[in-house]
């Protein structure tokens, strides 16, 4: 069974930093390309982070390109996310998940920017 279990967030005030991480079971990790995503309250859920397989290369939405980072460590099965210099509109919950793949999403973790 495919799982992933996001923690990390919290609250923090704006220009401050967090880091995510995202433990995945159930599949072969090092083979897929996994993607990091946030849903703000009211809004859809967006794409926000994405990195191959090996790590080899990075993608990232504009609103959040120079600040965050994403990258993975496949002896652990995890996929992380180093957020700094946050603002309120990062405020969501965040979730990982394969690249091209309906799975289940998994709980996600909020982080909240505020002072």
């Known amino acids: 069974q495919v799982q992933f279990v996001e923690s990390g967030g919290g609250l923090v005030q704006p220009g401050g930093s967090l880091r995510l991480s995202c433990a995945a079971s159930?599949?072969?990790?090092?083979?897929?390309?996994m993607n990091w995503y946030r849903q703000a309250p009211g809004k859809e859920r967006e794409l926000v982070a994405t990195i191959t397989s090996n790590g080899g290369s990075t993608n990232y939405a504009d609103s959040v390109k120079g600040r965050f980072t994403i990258s993975r460590d496949n002896a652990k099965n995890t996929v992380y996310l180093q957020m700094i210099s946050l603002k309120r509109e990062d405020t969501a919950v965040y979730y990982c998940?394969?690249?091209?793949?309906?799975?289940?999403w998994g709980q996600g973790t909020q982080v909240t920017v505020s002072s």
């Open positions: 998940k394969r690249m091209y793949r309906d799975d289940d």
């Open positions: 159930g599949f072969t990790f090092r083979l897929f390309a």
